[in-house]
């Protein structure tokens, strides 16, 4: 009965504020090749043509940079040699081995008989019980033990208006639109000749942008704040990453900024709004400090 009753919803903690992209951001779309003045690689839009980052692409990212600290992230490794068949190459895999990326060792790599190379691929954690697994749920559902705590909506691009902040439309905003958007040729370079080849076009939305965000937590335990600490952790991680395409080049660098952290204990929810708190941040270091503050669990 015990155990029934430790995971009762507690409450709802949230993190709301606005993520700015510094750098040109490119989160991909559907391909819109056939349309005239269309791009290779445009951004992702919903169904009404709006911008947005999707909520999997924040959460992914961010599960990611904590997987790659913790060294938790499933790393599978397929060995393989090369036949020739029809002068072609062709690939067979001669064995298969999976381990934890905190225990891959140049030793794992080393090839035996007659193999020639390996593929490398890294899953996110399936365990179930680690701090990861209880945020964002395991990969695998099936090893679920606990109910996942994480919500991370979708983050529209926003115009400031009335204090407030606004999703900017296709329509009714068309020029805010427009000026937010903005393709960038990129080419590879022919190292002896020196002429651009293969050139393709990359729609992004361009520096400066914002995005309204909102992540919420569903409290169970008493020490759940440590969990919420990590995810801060991760986002903190992600600021000096990239989101989206292309980072290594230079794209996808953002900002969390007006930071705000609301708790909503069940109580709030049965009435009595009194309840609710909510506090301003002034940037990630500070959203940790008004946790503690507001915290009644
Ligand atoms: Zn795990």
Known sequence: ?????????????????????????????????LKIG???????????????????????KIRSLLEKKEGKAKVKIKFYKIVKKDNKEKKEYTRE?????????????????????????????????CYICKIFGPHNSKNIKEPV??????????KKIDGGYKIIDKKEDKDEYYEHLEIK????????????????FIERVVAGSKFKFEIVFNVYKENDKDLIEKF??????????????????????????????INKPIDYYKGNTNALSKKEANDL????VKLDEIWNY
């Open 1 to 33: 009965m015990e155990i029934k009753s430790s995971y009762t919803l507690k409450g709802k903690i949230i993190i709301e504020g606005v993520i700015e992209a510094q750098t040109g951001l490119h989160i991909g779309g559907l391909s819109d090749t």
């Open 38 to 60: 269309g791009t290779d690689l445009p951004v992702i839009k919903d169904s009404y043509g709006r911008i947005f980052i999707p909520g999997s692409s924040l959460k992914g």
């Open 97 to 129: 081995i999976e381990c934890k990326l905190n225990e891959l060792t140049d030793d794992k790599l080393k090839l035996e008989g007659d193999e020639q190379g390996y593929e490398i691929s890294a899953m996110p954690c399936d365990c179930g019980i």
């Open 149 to 158: 705590r994480i919500i991370v909506r979708d983050s529209y691009l926003v």
């Open 185 to 200: 040729p990129e080419n590879v370079i022919d190292r002896v000749k020196g002429t651009a080849q293969h050139p393709r």
């Open 232 to 261: 801060i952790e991760g986002m903190k991680l992600l600021e000096d990453d990239y989101l989206g395409g292309s980072g290594s080049r230079g794209y996808g660098k953002i900002k969390f900024e007006e930071l705000k952290i």
């Open 285 to 288: 270091d500070d959203l940790t």
